[in-house]
């Protein structure tokens, strides 16, 4: 069923609306902004009156008359601008990207700049509270991924952007982060209250004329058991033990933090900021354990070790800000030995064995004996993250685990798979198919949860429609030379 678009009038497809609204809400390191004053009303009428492409002419060393574009005033948006050149950077980025920009104008990418900034606007209006220590955390992230397209030069990575310095690079990405956080919020308050009722999800089914109801791919449930090789009790004393060292090293010695980090933690990940996360008490982030310790402190102070699914940690607590508390921690993981990694494949070998020779059944076993608590009191079964079911459409599941189950027959069980997680903490596991339902059309029963998503969707579509369409009479806009000329869906020209 077609989805209806708010910023233009035009038809563009699924992936490319994803494509879109990805780019922009999460790495659109792209769009020069500039806050403007409120109190400076001058400086806004001036800024009305300039053209989009302003010519001017220099002199070069032969006397030769040139052409210059100066960079205009495309747009603005309450208390942003939009550049004209903001449109040629985001078309620069989303090629970089691999998308296909043919089929996208002008006119689409500028509307979707003006509503980004619409939703900017109005998040700074409503006091939607964005960490800057998130956004610098992020601005690291960014900076890291642009490197990996100049094999690692700055030199280059400022050349492309434009930029004096690495400073300067930085502080763009820090601003347009944060207005791209603050979009973010603006719509996810704009929705978080809608939701949709069984008849409503009826009735969106029933409205589909039947030769327009969606096709689903064929679908699969998979089943897993995972056994983790033990570690000895000696060894989790001997890091428990190492931990408390480096408490008392800092606490009592005067030792760095940050220093202890750089050389001993295990999470690789956090080593460039000192292990620093920022955890916001309404928002969970991190496992359970990590953000009880982290909250039980006062500034200045470091948790005794504690235990998570990842290893053994101590959590220094740098500053609280009401909700918000900075933290640092180290993490190490109990090293396995070769004789524990031996013992868990012997293991997972006959457990496998006995299902193959029918002693017991894939769901059965997995109750008995996977070491994977998510999974195990379900018999193993896998749930799809992005539906909440045990569904998986085959041709949108994930490469690692479609490649461990693209020759299973129905029922059968896979060999013995051998995985490392991203702090190489190994485990063994075997998967089987429990269900097949191959590519059908939509049906209300069997596929409700995925009729249900698109109900919901589109009544999203909806209340960010209306939202849209009354902010935009009730906020300062003004758009500048040839982009009034653009066929907006929405009412930004207020005619």
């Not at 309450?78 to 078309?91: A, H, M, N, R, T």
């Not at 280059?156 to 601003?175: A, G």
């Not at 198919?433 to 949860?449: F, G, K, M, Q």
């Not at 009730?474 to 869906?489: E, V």
Request: hydrophobic share 35%; glycine share 4%.
């Amino acid at each position: 069923m077609p989805l209806k678009t708010n910023n233009l009038k035009f038809t563009i497809n699924l992936k490319h609306i994803l494509a879109l609204f990805l780019t922009f809400i999460t790495v659109n390191f792209i769009s020069a902004q500039e806050i403007i004053q409120e109190a400076v009303n001058d400086s806004i009428k001036a800024l009305e009156d300039i053209k989009p492409t302003e010519i001017t002419k220099s002199i070069d060393t032969t006397n030769t008359f040139v052409a210059k574009k100066v960079d205009g005033v495309a747009a603005v948006v309450g208390d942003y601008i939009l550049l004209d050149s903001d449109v040629d950077k985001s078309y620069l980025q989303l090629q970089a990207q691999g998308v296909n920009t043919s089929d996208i104008t002008r006119c689409q990418l500028f509307g979707k700049l003006l509503e980004d900034k619409l939703y900017a606007h109005h998040a700074i209006q409503d006091s939607i509270p964005v960490s800057d220590a998130e956004i610098r955390q992020n601005v690291d992230y960014y900076v890291q991924q642009f490197l990996q397209s100049t094999n690692g030069s700055m030199e280059k990575l400022l050349e492309i952007y434009k930029k004096e310095d690495e400073k300067s690079l930085r502080d763009e990405i820090f601003e347009i982060n944060k207005s791209n956080e603050l979009a973010k919020k603006m719509q996810a308050k704009i929705v978080e209250d809608v939701e949709v009722t069984p008849e409503e999800v009826r009735e969106f089914f029933n409205k589909i004329p039947k030769d327009e109801r969606p096709t689903f791919g064929t679908e699969l449930k998979v089943a897993q058991i995972v056994v983790e090789p033990k570690v000895t009790q000696e060894e989790k004393q001997r890091v428990i033990d190492q931990l408390k060292q480096f408490r008392a090293d800092v606490l009592e010695n005067g030792a760095s933090f940050r220093s202890k980090v750089v050389l001993y933690s295990d999470d690789k990940a956090s080593i460039s900021t000192g292990g620093k996360y920022t955890l916001n008490r309404k928002k969970p982030r991190m496992v359970k354990e990590f953000r009880q310790a982290a909250f039980s402190l006062q500034e200045g102070e470091i948790s005794e070790p504690f235990e998570t699914e990842f290893g053994f940690h101590i959590v220094y607590c740098e500053k609280i800000r009401g909700q918000e508390y900075d933290v640092s921690h180290i993490l190490l993981i109990p090293k396995v030995s070769t004789e524990a990694i031996k013992e868990a494949k012997e293991r997972i070998d006959k457990i496998r064995q006995r299902i193959v020779d029918g002693d017991i059944s894939f769901a059965d076993a997995a109750k008995e004996s996977s070491d994977e608590k998510e999974t195990r009191n379900d018999g193993g079964q896998l749930i799809n993250p992005e539906t909440q079911d045990y569904n998986f459409e085959l041709t949108r599941m994930d490469p690692e685990l479609y490649a461990q189950i693209q020759n299973l027959k129905d029922g059968e069980v896979s060999l013995v798979q051998t995985e490392k997680d991203r702090t190489d903490k190994i485990k063994f596991k075997i998967l089987t198919v429990t269900d097949r339902v191959n590519e059908h059309e939509a049906d209300y029963a069997r596929d409700y949860l995925k009729i249900k998503n698109q109900a919901l969707n589109e009544k999203k579509l909806k209340a960010i429609e209306a939202w849209q369409n009354e902010k935009i009479k009730d906020t300062y806009i003004k758009i500048s030379g040839s982009y009034r000329d653009c066929d907006f869906a929405s009412n930004w020209l207020k005619k």
